[in-house]
């Protein structure tokens, strides 16, 4: 799905932005382990000051569609029964959609149409954030 893909994204900007470990194996990411989790990969990135609030937030939504509906859904579910509430939760397509005749044409708007929207946005803005990152560099000891 595509909030797995929008994860990954995070979790490289949090790897790239992290000194990195001494050692080959890194467990800091590994499953059962603190940063295993979506929601403490979005805590982490705000207060790093890596994502505004606004995309936490969304990020956070996005998450809650996530944990809401794996592994029951298909993507024409969000347009369907409670997916509605959390899709109509998604700031981003109204900002968009005012501003743009291409995303009203190319997303619909309908709780489906809202949930792509605001993926394929949040994917180019982590991309973004990715791409034009420097990695913290480690203070010499004195």
Do not use: W
């Not at 800091?28 to 705000?46: E, Q």
């Not at 944990?67 to 369907?80: G, P, R, T």
């Not at 005012?98 to 949040?122: C, H, W």
Request: hydrophobic share 40%.
């Amino acid at each position: 799905m595509a909030v797995e893909a929008i994860e990954d994204l995070l979790t490289r900007i949090l790897i790239k932005y992290l000194v990195k470990h001494t050692s080959k194996k890194d467990g800091l990411f590994s499953k059962d382990r603190p940063l295993s989790y979506f929601s403490v990969k979005i805590d982490l990135a705000h207060r790093l000051g890596l994502i505004s609030s606004g995309l936490e937030e969304e990020l956070q939504t996005l998450r809650k569609i996530r944990k809401e509906f794996k592994n029951k859904i298909d993507c024409a579910m969000l347009d369907y029964k409670h997916a509605k509430v959390f899709c109509n939760n998604l700031k981003a397509p109204s900002a968009v959609k005012l501003k743009s005749m291409y995303a009203k044409d190319q997303f619909p708007d309908t709780p489906r149409g809202n949930f792509e929207l605001t993926v394929t946005i949040i994917s180019c803005l982590l991309a973004n954030i990715l791409n034009d990152l420097e990695p913290v560099s480690v203070a010499p000891l004195h």
